[in-house]
């Protein structure tokens, strides 16, 4: 029997979305708590995972995490004036600001997944990598498409 609200054809159901949702939400508790003794916000961790990946525009920050500009560059300012990201003009056009993770950022992000994979452990959730195919799949549908690898991350102005 398909469950309640199943859509066709490999679909997403409704009974999936809820079960995706309160998951997430076990998740983000657990990352936040995680976290309290790095003294970082999760949404201040997540910009210091996409900086760490490569530097970036605060574009290119805001469409990884599908965030407003404005938040984000709230979220790099603060990231900023703890010392944990350098902020550079890109030469030639000093509307485009390029943002890398400072030393003292990259020890910090360590601390921090440390402790978040310390917390998953802790959690014990048996996960096979076919699982995590699975939930990488989902999560990969659910987000916005990226810079491809191997392109520039300089946003072009016409």
């Known amino acids: 029997m398909p469950n309640a609200g199943a859509a066709?054809?490999?679909?997403?159901?409704?009974?999936?979305?809820l079960l995706l949702l309160s998951g997430t939400r076990r998740?983000?508790?657990?990352?936040?708590?995680?976290?309290r003794?790095?003294?970082?916000?999760?949404?201040?961790?997540?910009?210091?995972?996409?900086?760490a990946e490569r530097p970036r525009s605060l574009g290119r920050v805001a469409t990884a995490l599908a965030a407003h500009k404005g938040t984000v560059?709230?979220?790099?300012?603060?990231?900023?004036?703890?010392g944990l990201v350098d902020c550079k003009i890109?030469?030639?056009d000093m509307r485009l600001k390029i943002t890398s993770l400072s030393a003292l950022g990259r020890h910090r992000l360590e601390i921090a997944r440390s402790r978040i994979a310390?917390?998953?452990?802790?959690?014990?959730?048996?996960?096979?990598?076919?699982?995590?195919?699975?939930?990488?799949?989902?999560?990969?549908?659910?987000?916005?498409?990226?810079?491809?690898p191997g392109e520039p991350d300089i946003e072009h102005r016409g």
């Open 27 to 35: 998740l983000a508790r657990l990352v936040s708590n995680a976290l």
């Open 90 to 92: 890109v030469r030639g």
């Open 118 to 148: 310390h917390a998953l452990e802790e959690l014990g959730l048996p996960v096979d990598d076919e699982a995590r195919a699975a939930i990488q799949d989902a999560c990969l549908a659910l987000c916005p498409a990226e810079t491809p």
């Open 73 to 82: 560059s709230r979220w790099l300012t603060q990231l900023e004036e703890l």
């Open 8 to 17: 066709a054809g490999g679909q997403l159901a409704l009974d999936d979305t």
């Open 37 to 51: 003794a790095t003294q970082l916000r999760p949404e201040l961790w997540l910009v210091l995972e996409v900086v």
